[in-house]
C-alpha cells in the first residue's frame, strides 16, 4: 500500500493547473479580454477558470515577473499598466540580448544559413514597404521578431530561448497597449544594414545594428509615461 494518500495532490498536478491557469490568463490579456489597470479578484477567477486559488496565485506570481499583472499586497492584484518608459526598457533589453547572440553566432554562419536570413529579412521589408508609418499590430512585431530570432535559435540554447519568449511576451503586451508606430523607410534601412554586415560574417556591425538601432529608430511610442 503507497504511504501517499491517494487524494493529496501532487506537486505536478498542481504545476499543471497553475500552468493552464497561466496560459489562459496570458491569452487573456493580449487579446484584450483583460485589459489594462483592470483589477483581478480571485473569486471571479477560480470561477472562470475552475481551479482553486493556489494555483491561481502561483499563476499571477509568474505573470507580475514578466510585467502583465501587477500585485500589492492586501490592496491589489491587476492587469499592469504598461508605459512609453517602461516599453522602451524592454526593447533595450530586447536589443541587448540579441545583440549579444548575434555577434557571437553571425562569423560562423554558413551560406545556406545567410540564404535563410535573408529570407526572414525579406519578409520584413516586405512589411516595411506595405507599413509606411501606422500602428504596429501584434502580427507586425511578430514578424520581425521571428527574423531577429534568428541567431538566438541556432544556438539552441533553451535557458536563453526561454528569457526571450518572457521579454517577447511583455513586448506583445506593451505594443497591444500603448499607440506604437513602426517607421516603414527606418525598418528598411535597419534590415539592410544588418544583412550588408551578416554577408561579411561581421558580427560586431551586425551587434551594433540590433542594439543601437532597433529600439528607437524603428518604433515611436506616441502619449507619455
Given at each position: 500500500?503507497?504511504?501517499?494518500?491517494?487524494?493529496?495532490?501532487?506537486?505536478?498536478?498542481?504545476?499543471?493547473?497553475s500552468?493552464?491557469?497561466?496560459?489562459?490568463?496570458?491569452?487573456?490579456?493580449?487579446?484584450?479580454?483583460?485589459?489594462?489597470?483592470?483589477?483581478?479578484?480571485?473569486?471571479?477567477?477560480i470561477?472562470?477558470?475552475?481551479?482553486?486559488?493556489t494555483?491561481?496565485?502561483?499563476?499571477?506570481?509568474?505573470?507580475?515577473?514578466?510585467?502583465?499583472?501587477?500585485?500589492?499586497?492586501?490592496?491589489?492584484?491587476?492587469?499592469?499598466?504598461?508605459?512609453?518608459?517602461?516599453?522602451?526598457?524592454?526593447?533595450?533589453?530586447?536589443a541587448?540580448?540579441?545583440?549579444?547572440?548575434?555577434?557571437?553566432?553571425?562569423?560562423?554562419l554558413?551560406?545556406?544559413?545567410l540564404?535563410?536570413?535573408?529570407?526572414c529579412?525579406?519578409?520584413?521589408?516586405?512589411?516595411?514597404?506595405?507599413q509606411?508609418?501606422?500602428?504596429?499590430?501584434?502580427?507586425?512585431?511578430?514578424?520581425?521578431?521571428?527574423?531577429?530570432?534568428?541567431?538566438?535559435?541556432?544556438?539552441?540554447?533553451?535557458?536563453?530561448?526561454?528569457?526571450?519568449?518572457?521579454?517577447?511576451?511583455r513586448?506583445?503586451?506593451?505594443?497591444?497597449?500603448?499607440?506604437?508606430?513602426?517607421?516603414?523607410a527606418?525598418?528598411?534601412?535597419?534590415?539592410?544594414?544588418?544583412?550588408?554586415?551578416?554577408?561579411?560574417r561581421?558580427?560586431?556591425?551586425?551587434?551594433?545594428?540590433?542594439?543601437?538601432?532597433?529600439?528607437?529608430?524603428?518604433?515611436?511610442?506616441?502619449?507619455?509615461?
Open positions: 500500500m503507497s504511504p501517499v494518500p491517494g487524494a493529496a495532490p501532487s506537486a505536478r498536478t498542481r504545476e499543471l493547473l500552468d493552464g491557469a497561466r496560459r489562459s490568463l496570458l491569452v487573456a490579456i493580449l487579446n484584450g479580454t483583460l485589459v489594462a489597470g483592470e483589477r483581478l479578484h480571485d473569486d471571479e477567477l470561477q472562470w477558470l475552475g481551479v482553486s486559488r494555483p491561481i496565485r502561483t499563476a499571477l506570481e509568474r505573470l507580475a515577473e514578466v510585467g502583465l499583472v501587477e500585485m500589492a499586497p492586501n490592496r491589489f492584484t491587476r492587469v499592469a499598466v504598461p508605459t512609453r518608459s517602461s516599453l522602451l526598457e524592454t526593447l533595450q533589453l530586447y541587448a540580448l540579441h545583440a549579444w547572440v548575434a555577434e557571437a553566432v553571425v562569423p560562423g554558413g551560406d545556406d544559413d540564404a535563410e536570413l535573408h529570407r529579412f525579406g519578409r520584413v521589408t516586405e512589411l516595411a514597404a506595405r509606411g508609418e501606422h500602428a504596429w499590430s501584434r502580427a507586425d512585431l511578430a514578424l520581425v521578431d521571428e527574423a531577429v530570432s534568428f541567431f538566438a535559435h541556432r544556438t539552441g540554447n533553451p535557458l536563453l530561448l526561454d528569457l526571450l519568449f518572457e521579454i517577447r511576451v513586448l506583445a503586451f506593451s505594443f497591444s497597449s500603448l499607440r506604437a508606430f513602426g517607421d516603414g527606418e525598418l528598411t534601412a535597419w534590415a539592410e544594414a544588418l544583412l550588408a554586415a551578416a554577408d561579411r561581421d558580427g560586431r556591425v551586425v551587434a551594433d545594428v540590433l542594439r543601437e538601432r532597433f529600439s528607437w529608430r524603428i518604433v515611436r511610442v506616441g502619449g507619455s509615461g
